[in-house]
């Protein structure tokens, strides 16, 4: 692969990586921040590869079936940091919820009805779609342009 595809590559990278973020931070997703900086893009010989280590990035991205209910403890710490540990107390609430109270009810909505998920790698590949095809496409061809250069002199 020519140096300009491989630099094409790592700018497509960074620009998929900004959308996906750029996504998360728009749907209001970030609590903690873990999902949002733990995106690592690798660009090697041949290809490109999008990383995301953050172990709910699935579910987030592409939601989750109705069924089971979510780990509790994990549910708790996301409560925790999205809305703090004392007392919760929503519009519309005759009293404030405790953490726990708070837990079972959304845990039971998402074991009853699922979550959706927001389709940020999606939304980010189809929003670069045409800079990608442009981009790689032309850096392509001016590396393959640059190679056959090279090796023209030596057919003769």
Known sequence: ???????????????LID???SEIVSKRKV???????????????DELKIFNDAEYAENVDLGRRPGRFPN????????????GNGPYKG?????P??????????GRKIANEGYPGINYV????????????KELGDAYLLDLEEQLEKEIPNLK
């Open 1 to 15: 692969m020519g140096q300009r595809v491989q630099g094409t590559l790592l700018k497509i990278s960074n620009e």
């Open 19 to 21: 959308g996906m973020i």
């Open 31 to 45: 609590a903690s921040g873990e999902l949002r900086d733990s995106f690592l893009g690798l660009v090697s010989e």
């Open 72 to 83: 509790v403890n994990k549910l708790q710490n996301w409560i925790r940091i999205k809305f």
């Open 91 to 95: 519009r519309g609430m005759k009293r």
């Open 97 to 106: 919820l405790k953490i726990k109270d708070l837990t079972y009810i959304i």
């Open 122 to 133: 999606a939304k980010a590949f189809l929003n670069a779609e045409s800079m990608i095809t």
